[in-house]
């Protein structure tokens, strides 16, 4: 398969969230029945000052004209971190962090990344 990286832009930013809520239910383990109307627009008004700055670096990977950053075990993943990570050196950054489910640590870790402190949530009080 191949598969052509294109940097995500503003006129992106309805697949750019769409894809983001995806991560995030996957990544956190969120009920897809879970509302996350108000995280959504907090998302979207975040890429939308971000990507016109040029404070946030996205990007889609396409086959055949179709995004398929979400297909596993056919290498898109790391060509993907891989086109971040020359990204973010292209703009003199050197820190990188990223969010990984269970599904993609093995991959984050032969790439060079490593674990940090989990994130924590405050319980809903009953």
Same mark, same amino acid.
């Given at each position: 398969m !191949?598969?052509?990286i294109k940097k995500a832009g503003i006129t992106d930013?309805?697949?750019l969230v769409k894809w983001r809520m995806t991560v995030l239910h996957e990544?956190?383990?969120?009920?897809p029945e879970e509302s996350?109307?108000?995280?959504?627009?907090?998302?979207? !008004?975040y890429y939308q000052e971000a990507l016109l700055r040029g404070g946030h670096i996205?990007?889609?990977?396409?086959?055949e004209?179709?995004?398929?950053?979400?297909f596993r075990g056919h290498g898109i993943g790391r060509e993907i971190v891989s086109w971040l990570i020359g990204q973010a050196k292209q703009e003199g950054i050197s820190k990188i962090y990223l969010e990984?489910?269970?599904c993609g640590r093995s991959l984050y870790q032969e790439m060079g990344f490593t674990d940090m402190c989990g994130y924590m949530k405050l319980k809903e009080k009953e």
């Open positions: !191949r598969v052509e930013i309805d697949l990544v956190f383990s969120i009920s996350m109307e108000e995280l959504k627009q907090e998302n979207l !008004r996205a990007c889609f990977a396409y086959a004209g179709q995004v398929v950053g979400g990984a489910s269970e």
